[in-house]
């Protein structure tokens, strides 16, 4: 193991709290044998071997999982083969695992070697035996030792009965057919899967003390392939009676009311092979504190309380049923003693009481802060409670309001000690009330009494002032209120009344709203507590269809009828208003004059409509049919609309676009528009609805205007070449694209067009030889009658293929084309040639030898050599040897000696 895998495992290991068990297998441990085999077993079908002998080759002495099996099997022996694990249970053979391998007829006579899925290894201990059982003839081999002749050690077990499923028991006994055997049957071992809680388990958790009991708190949950697991609850602290802990479902539930605080458990999985993990939870229950739900609250208090008074019921909950809450004041600011807690009367519920005589003072002191605490043995809650001191509250006086007041009396019927009137009120703390008044004028005739009463202290016959102005006050001995008026109006002494503000011109506009105030007329009377009402008359009478008077204020008005300068007839009227007390009277004039005003142009219509095209910017749309009707005579109109989109001709009102406007792009087919129609001054709107109707202003168009594709000659009728749509930027009927093939084409009459633009085979291509072209001449007409044409070469290729069928544009490359292909090699074949050609000439007819005597040549002028005089011999000159570094001699046919002498 190199030491980054060491690593990584001692790091795994040491985070989960894994342990590991000595006794385990080791990767690759093997058990059984695989001998050579010489013999097949062929006294048995179907037959169960445990492989148990006294030498204890087959036995496993470790504890893990079997990985590989490897077989040996037997002369043209097939079948199911069922590579087993036995365990001895209490003295009784247990199937433990069993692997199923299918055994073909062609591996007879050779050694199988079957490697063991995860999922499917058989987890094994020590003192587990291999076994094996066939669906027919025994498939496994065997080596006879020793000739089968000798001592027992090697004498198997069979059973003829036992099944080959997991659990299965059988009972064995010995084969005695044969002696000594050793069957070419091995296991390979490998270690056992450390146990694994799942992934996500929780670590942590909160709950509250209220929790129920019997919910579970945790489910724990690990796995080991294969294997069998084991969980305990290792620990629990502090320890508690409040949990339990099920190892068969993993559950850790609640038995009893929790405590508060953090509790934790190690839990533990321990498989087969007694490998162990870890897994540490931590539980903390908290209490719900208790809560006082009404707090913080205030109350007011009038300082002049002095009796024991319940001043607020504070409301307490706790969520933990199970918990007694007691509450208590902690602190008063500042100090009053007379503050105190208990139970309000016929419930549960603590108050806040004032005792009485508690000596509050406005003055000195007017806020007292609460603190109340409530407990519950584990928390504390805190809430405050504020008191205000209320300073003596006014009296109030009620049948005198803040308005006027007034009664009336008849003088002839009021004698001295008549109560004309009784003031009442009231006073919340019920003090003593004292009542005074003062009267306008000072000759007032009336008093009033501590009871309330007003009476005549005097005589009112002689009388001249006809009404008396009373100011009544009221006293509780703090606070003294008022005043509130009573006007005391004698009734029989009357004067005439007078207008003040007439006579006198107004200017009134044409249109006038209705109900508009012209004048007020005002008046006075002595007697102002009189009721006076007013009337009119008006010359011409006409003017009465216009302007009334108010007979309560005197207000002349405009009426209902509107007042149009062209159409009135005269500008001028005479108003004479009159005032009446119902005694006597009084009149003036008032003289209203008309003046004239601009009106406002009118749409005659709230809505019209306009139709046009779409088109580019300045495109015309048309006039629109505007009714517009304007009082003044004369006057010059402009329009204008709101839509971005159009222009209109302010005069002419022509409408024409402002910008492109193309529907098939997304603009809207119907625009509505504010118009807008001036005199200069005033305005009048109306709404203007433009419909934009589409046009067939987009051709079809083909992605490009020519194509080539290879078509096959063995291609199905329908199999499609290519999909050469065509776009239409048109929307609707006019974007609908159609499509033809030209008749006179050389292939119309062996491709088709789809509706969709995919041309396709029409006609078998069976006919054609490799190398030939069709020409088809596609069109794509829209629903407005405007088209497109493309090309397309269709070429027959040389090697017969699957004809490709594709959605977009497919251009030949240069090699696709067969027929640049076919030159192109015949080119790079005549530049071989050719190059072969010259080779052999420069070979054949070069003298190397003349060159590289030009070169030596060379090389000796070039040292400035020059040869020594000798007398030239006839004695012949021995051909010369040149000795190589690895003393071979070698002739050297192209050299010429210097010298020659002939014989």
Known sequence: MNFSLYWFTSLYFSFWNVRTIVGQCAAGTETG?????????????????????IDNTYRISCCGFVTQWDIDIGTARSGTLYAEVWRDVSGTWTLAGVNTILVDAGEALTTKTVVVAAADQIAVQDGDYLGFKSSGATIVRYDKTANGVGNTNEIVQFSAAA??????????????????????????????????????????????????????????????????????????TPAS??????????????VSNLPVGTTTFVFRATDLCLNTVEHTFTLTVTNYPPVIENLPASTEISEDVNVETQLYVLTVTDASLADTVTCSITNVSPALAALYLRYATGTSNYAINLRAGAGLNYDSIRTYTVTVECDDTKDTTTGTFTLYILRNQAPVITNLQTTSNSIDVASSSVSIGTNVYTVTSTDLENDQLYYNMTCIPATCPFKIYDSGAILADKSLSGLTDTAYDLFVY?????????????????????????????????????????????????????????????????????????FTIDSTTGTVKTSSTNIDYETIGTTSFLLTAYVSDGKASASGTLTISITNQNEAPQFLLSTYTLTGNEGSAGTTIGT????????????????????????????TKLVTLSTNYDVDTGSATSLSCTVTVSDGELTDTATLNVIIDNINDNTPTFTASSYSFFASSTADVGTIIASLPATDGDIGTFGDVT???????????????????????????????SGQTLAVSLTATDGG????IATVTLIIPAVATTTAITTTDCYLT??????????????????????????????????????????????????????????????????????????????????????????
């Open 33 to 53: 044998k695989n001998p050579n085999v010489d013999t097949d077993e062929a006294f048995l079908t179907g037959a169960t071997f445990l492989l148990k002998s």
């Open 163 to 236: 099944g080959h499923t997991v659990s299965n028991t059988a009972t064995f006994g010995e084969y005695t057919q044969e002696n000594n055997l050793e069957f070419g049957f091995k296991a390979t071992l490998g270690p056992g899967t450390t146990p694994q809680f799942t992934a996500g388990l929780a670590t942590t958790s909160t709950v509250t003390d209220d929790t129920a009991v019997g919910t579970t708190l945790l489910t724990v949950v690990a796995t080991d392939p294969g294997d069998t697991l084991t969980l305990t609850l290792q620990s629990t």
């Open 241 to 254: 009676t409040a949990f339990n802990f099920d190892p068969a479902s993993g559950l850790l539930t609640s």
């Open 474 to 546: 009221v006293y509780d001995g703090h606070t003294l209120v008022g005043p509130r008026s009573l006007t005391i109006k004698i009734s029989d002494i009357n004067t005439a009344p007078v207008i003040t503000n007439l006579p006198t011109t107004v200017s009134v506009a044409e249109n006038t709203a209705a109900t508009t105030d012209v004048y007020t007329v005002t008046k006075t009377d002595v007697n102002s507590l009189d009721t006076h009402t007013w009337t009119s008359t008006i010359s011409p009478a006409s003017g009465s269809l216009y």
């Open 624 to 651: 629109p049919s505007f009714s517009v009707s304007d009082p003044d005579a004369g006057t010059t109109l402009t329009y204008t609309q709101s839509c971005p989109e159009l222009t209109m001709n302010p005069t």
């Open 739 to 769: 499509y033809s093939i030209d008749p006179t084409s050389t292939g119309a009459n062996y491709f088709g067009i789809s509706s969709t633009g995919d041309l396709f085979v029409a006609s078998s291509l069976s006919g054609f030889y």
């Open 785 to 788: 009658g405007l088209t497109d």
């Open 814 to 903: 240069f090699f696709e084309d067969t027929r640049n292909v076919a030159w192109f090699v015949f080119v790079i074949l005549m530049t071989l040639g050719l190059i072969v050609l010259n080779a052999y000439f420069i070979v054949r007819f070069v003298d190397f030898h003349g060159i590289k005597r030009a070169c030596e040549r060379m090389c000796r002028r070039k040292r400035k050599w020059k040869p020594k005089r000798q007398i030239i011999s006839r004695s012949p000159t021995p051909i010369p040897y040149v000795r190589t570094p690895a003393n071979f001699e070698t002739w050297n046919a192209w050299r010429i000696p210097d010298s020659f002498n002939p014989q």
